[in-house]
């Protein structure tokens, strides 16, 4: 993979500078970023296993069907 992905906002900002030249990243913000990122899938998980559980009035209150929301639910948590 070329780039950081933007949505890993600690992650990506701690590698920007990191040429010949520049500070490295100190290892507490890698520690956070790390955590941070952790976090994120263990909440992602969490909603997917959620939303595999509602029933069908509550999925058409949130504008979904059942199968789109069953391909959402079979997502892996690193997945966004």
């Given at each position: 993979?070329?780039?950081?992905?933007?949505?890993?906002?600690?992650?990506?900002?701690?590698?920007s500078g990191f040429r010949r030249g520049h500070e490295r990243p100190r290892p507490r913000s890698l520690l956070l970023a790390v955590i941070g990122l952790l976090m994120r899938?263990?909440?992602?998980?969490?909603?997917?296993y959620a939303l595999a559980d509602l029933d069908d009035r509550l999925l058409r209150?949130?504008?979904l069907d059942r199968i789109a929301a069953a391909r959402e639910a079979r997502k892996p948590f690193w997945q966004a």
């Open positions: 993979m070329a780039t950081i992905p933007s949505r890993l906002p600690l992650l990506s900002g701690s590698f899938w263990q909440e992602r998980a969490e909603e997917r209150d949130i504008g």
